[in-house]
């Protein structure tokens, strides 16, 4: 998951060394709501939890916990392609309604 992370578009690990544990903090860009992006991948299959979940303050809102807990290693780069190609999409229509 970690190299999947690192060859991404969009996503970034700003814990680069996280030790232990069975997920990954992972940052979106800035205008980007994880709890959005989140909305739109669920009905796809691809599985993650906005940062929001695990904030009282709504300060990781452009944070997602990806797991990698039962889930295929040969499944993880195309989530995270996924992942890449929806935040695209945000991107692009929110450019779009800003005209």
Not at 86 to 96: C, M, P
């Amino acid at each position: 998951m970690s190299q999947a992370i690192r060859a991404s578009k969009h996503l970034s690990l700003p814990y680069p060394e996280q030790a232990g544990g069975v997920f990954f903090w992972v940052q979106i860009p800035d205008t980007v709501d994880a709890v959005l992006l989140w909305k739109r991948l669920r009905l796809q299959g691809v599985k993650f939890m906005p940062g929001t979940v695990f904030s009282l303050t709504g300060s990781a809102q452009h944070f997602l916990r990806l797991s990698y807990v039962g889930c295929p290693l040969e499944l993880i780069p195309e989530g995270i392609h996924c992942i890449d190609r929806k935040i695209d999409w945000l991107l692009e229509h929110q450019a779009a309604s800003e005209i």
